[in-house]
């Protein structure tokens, strides 16, 4: 099946620690993201990139960091730099061929600090 | 600040009823979408409607758009208990990028059997 697999679905971090979260497509998307969304709110953008080896910050990029070093693989991590990481995180996906195509989503990581 | 703005923030219905869920947003868009997010989970893409159309379907959903009053609505017919999750919706303003795509806070809808 074509999809987004997002892992852990729960992870933990202590103080100080740096957390990897993942995100794997098999839908052959050249467009990756990053959402945070908090309880009650909507989807703020961490970062995107459109290809390999590229990406742009989003709204909320301070004390987050990405690489994308395939195409189907786009991991994020959050520094201890964040200091408010609680939050259900999002990975999308997009073809970059037409600015009217959607984005398929991930099943969500729930972070929360320990 | 974020573009799209839902409302209600909360709606409860009986099955069978209609649901009806409204979206502004402050700057000229390319696009509005529609999503809908189970709880704890992703969400999934319901339907798209370009700025140069009007009125969108898709099964029993019905899509409109009015660019000169900045909104749009979400129209669910006949409501399943199946149809209970948050809606966002999500605009693309002009010149941007799927990279701009931005997110309102969502309608939480509740249909009881």
């Known amino acids: 099946d074509g999809g987004i697999t997002q892992s852990p679905k729960y992870l933990f971090r202590k103080e100080g620690q740096n957390v990897t979260l993942s995100c794997e497509q098999n839908l052959n998307h050249d467009a990756m993201y990053w959402y945070r969304q908090d309880p009650g709110q909507g989807l703020r953008l961490i970062y995107y990139s459109q290809i390999v080896n590229d990406f742009q910050k989003g709204d909320i990029a301070e004390g987050y960091s990405v690489s994308r070093e395939k195409k189907e693989s786009f991991p994020l991590t959050v520094t201890s730099a964040q200091k408010n990481p609680t939050a259900f995180y999002l990975c999308a996906s997009s073809i970059v061929d037409s600015r009217d195509e959607k984005l398929f989503f991930g099943s969500g990581t729930q972070l929360s600090v320990l | 600040s974020q573009q799209g703005e839902e409302d209600p923030q909360a709606l409860s219905i009986q099955e069978g009823e209609n649901a009806t869920m409204n979206c502004s947003y402050k700057t000229s868009i390319n696009n509005l979408q529609w999503y809908r997010q189970n709880s704890g989970r992703g969400l999934v893409h319901l339907i798209l409607?370009?700025?140069?159309?009007r009125e969108k379907h898709s099964g029993r959903l019905r899509v409109t758009l009015d660019t000169s009053k900045k909104s749009s609505s979400l129209l669910i017919t006949a409501s399943r208990a199946a149809d209970t999750a948050s809606y966002f919706c999500?605009?693309?303003?002009?010149?941007?990028?799927?990279?701009?795509?931005?997110f309102g806070k969502g309608t939480k809808l509740s249909v009881k059997p």
């Open positions: 999500a605009t693309l303003h002009l010149g941007g990028s799927q990279g701009n795509l931005i």
């Open positions: 409607i370009r700025s140069n159309e």
